[in-house]
């Protein structure tokens, strides 16, 4: 009698390890995006710098800037939807949170390590649970060419900077940058309500430029154990 009490015990012993083993605790991932825009953007030809700027009301394009900041010409929902979507493939548990983390964009390098050195990350993770911190800190916008005293093309743009971080040493473990440009068509540039071609150029970028990219860092960059 003893001997069978003690096989099942056994049994229910190893049932319950491979069950946890074949379902061991998700990681949690916390997901903050701050992305802002529309912005005026100015490249500068001969020295390739880049100038971002806010838009002024007399601004001739106004009409166009507003149309990227509202309704369907936005395109912040369309990228945080593509990194969750993405992110979801890695089997963690996503909890997307709207802490501010002060000067995200400003690790400072610990000997050989980035790190965040930030009371905000501390109250982050105690407050969601969390094993790490991915930011998505961005803009978009209108980009202007200037050679000199001559204006060059319009495009619409997009930079998205990435931080993955483990939060139980704050070290940044994947940083990587995702963003590009796309051409507005020259004719009939200016076209409300609509404005055609920024739509067309931004739907360009998007799916052609930015989606794709965020996909392939993901799978590439982002690593969890």
């Not at 390739?48 to 369907?72: C, H, R, W």
Request: with cysteine; proline share 4%.
């Amino acid at each position: 009698m003893k001997q069978k009490r003690t096989f099942l015990i056994l049994c229910i012993t190893l049932l319950f390890n491979f069950s946890y083993s074949q379902n061991p605790e998700k990681k949690k991932l916390g997901i903050i995006f701050n992305i802002n825009g529309p912005y005026r953007i100015t490249r500068q030809v001969m020295s390739n710098t880049v100038e971002i700027s806010n838009v002024e009301k007399k601004d001739m394009f106004s009409g166009a800037y507003k149309f990227l900041e509202t309704g369907k010409g936005n395109p912040t929902e369309r990228i945080i939807n593509a990194y969750l979507k993405n992110l979801a493939l890695l089997n963690v548990e996503i909890i997307q949170i709207k802490d501010t983390i002060s000067k995200a964009n400003d690790p400072i390098f610990v000997w050989t390590k980035r790190e965040y050195i930030n009371d905000d990350l501390k109250k982050t993770k105690v407050k969601y649970n969390l094993d790490y911190l991915f930011i998505v800190d961005g803009y978009f916008g209108i980009e202007f060419e200037k050679a000199g005293v001559f204006n060059g093309d319009k495009r619409t743009n997009i930079f998205l900077n990435n931080d993955l971080l483990n939060l139980e040493t704050n070290e940044v473990v994947s940083d990587f940058n995702v963003g590009n440009i796309s051409n507005v068509k020259k004719k009939n540039i200016l076209s409300p309500p609509n404005f055609p071609n920024f739509d067309e150029s931004m739907n360009n970028l998007l799916n052609d430029k930015v989606l794709p990219e965020i996909e392939r860092k993901i799978k590439r960059k982002i690593v969890i154990p």
